[in-house]
């Protein structure tokens, strides 16, 4: 059944495409008149997959990457405008990395949520505890990791970042395998997608009302130091001034202060560690003041 849609799909597709006939040849002029070139973007229908075979109909149709690509590419051209397709682009690339701990306990379990239906969530990598490396989705696929989440005015985290799970039950720490891993993986992404330093985030970073991940085990200041995220100046932590706003400080870091004192929490969960009680100390003030000055 699968490759019989496959191939109901390829065909759409193909059909669809040689009457569009408005691809324009890198070989022609370079020229390209527009109103000829014009086809009214209703034209382009979204084909319809249906399952004919009355004993499968309550199977759900899966789909291959491309043929799912193919129908969200389709659903992208909007139909009150006019088309012609413009000859230089690329796919959007990752800005961000959210990390998660997954609160399972084993990679195997982990693996099999981003495989069940009904689950409905899914991460870019998930990392063993022994640093095996498992990618499920290419990195130009919005994965279904962050859920309802904020960062700065960014309200869309899925669809800019790469999601990596690590598997660790949130209590306890992460192994020196893990980590290295992580950090080599961490590396190729911010190289190969031009991640600034400052978006490797966690997950209880950008929803601190719902996710705790990862834990205070998680090195975020070993991770700094190698150039993800950031961390304060340890040796020079100077005087908070006395019209210094953390509330604003927290909003412009990042953090979604709607829910002020969850965003203290998660705050604190990633740079005091030992405390995260949902209030402001005068230390942790002084911590915040000098990450705020140092990088925002
Ligand atoms: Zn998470």
Redesign the pocket.
């Known amino acids: 059944m699968r490759g019989i849609i496959g191939l109901c799909l390829v065909s759409v597709f193909v059909s669809c495409a040689t009457k569009k006939k408005v691809t324009p040849q890198p070989t022609k002029a370079p020229i390209i008149v527009v109103d000829s070139a014009k086809i009214k973007a209703e034209t382009v229908q979204v084909p319809q997959i249906q399952n004919q075979d009355p004993e499968e109909t309550s199977l759900p149709v899966i789909l291959t990457t491309e043929d799912r690509v193919r129908l969200m590419m389709r659903e992208g051209i909007n139909k009150q405008a006019d088309w012609t397709e413009a000859m230089h682009y690329d796919l959007r690339k990752p800005n961000y990395v959210i990390i ?1 701990h997954t609160a399972q306990t084993s990679i195997a379990q982990t693996i099999r949520t981003f495989q069940v239906p009904h689950a409905k969530v899914s991460s870019h990598y998930v990392i063993g505890r022994d640093g095996q490396v498992v990618q499920m989705l290419n990195d130009y696929l919005r994965a279904w ?1 962050a859920g309802r989440s904020k960062w700065g005015n960014i309200t869309d985290i899925n669809s800019m970042s790469i999601g990596i799970e690590l598997d660790n039950s949130g209590k306890e720490p992460f192994s020196e395998a893990q980590i290295s891993a992580l950090l080599t993986l961490l590396d190729t992404l911010k190289t190969k997608y031009q991640i600034p330093f400052t978006n490797f985030i966690g ?1 209880a970073d950008i929803a601190p009302t719902r ?1 705790d ?1 990862p834990s205070v085990f998680f090195p975020w200041k070993r991770l700094a130091q190698n150039g993800f995220g950031v961390w304060y100046d340890e040796s020079n932590l100077e005087m908070v001034p006395e019209n210094f706003n953390y509330v604003d400080a927290l909003r412009i870091i990042g953090y979604d202060v709607t829910n002020l004192k969850a965003a203290i929490t998660a705050f604190k969960r990633k740079f005091i560690v030992v405390d995260v009680s949902d209030t402001m100390t005068a230390y942790d003030r002084r911590i915040l003041y000098n990450v705020y000055r140092r990088y925002f």
Do not use: E, I, N
């Open positions: 998660h990791h997950h996710k991940d």
